[in-house]
């Protein structure tokens, strides 16, 4: 299976040297909030703009930085109410998807 940074490199190698290195060696290291906050916040805009494919790898990135099945549930229910029911909907179906994957 092809991981989503392979994909990146494939087809734009200049998207996967910036995401690398300004995004998740820049962006995410920084000293002024948490993995675990960054992700809360990550998950919640993406929920929020109907990402997807990006939401389903954060959601997982939240659970290994220390984001709860339930914090993740919470964010999803928070968000809905700002962003609208179809979003949370759909973000329930992928949560559970990875939380199965998973094996919690």
């Not at 919470?74 to 998973?102: C, D, M, Q, S």
Request: hydrophobic share 40%; glycine share 6%; aromatic share 6%.
């Amino acid at each position: 299976m092809t991981s989503p940074r392979d994909t990146m490199r494939a087809v734009s190698p200049k998207l996967a040297d910036m995401t690398a290195d300004m995004l998740f060696g820049d962006i995410w290291e920084r000293p002024e909030l948490s993995k675990r906050d960054r992700s809360l916040i990550t998950v919640a805009n993406l929920v929020a703009l109907y990402r997807t494919d990006q939401l389903r790898g954060h959601i997982g990135r939240a659970l290994d930085n220390g984001v709860t099945k339930s914090e993740i549930s919470e964010v999803i229910l928070h968000t809905t109410f700002y962003a609208g029911w179809p979003v949370g909907a759909n973000a329930v179906r992928i949560a559970k998807e990875v939380f199965e994957e998973r094996g919690i």
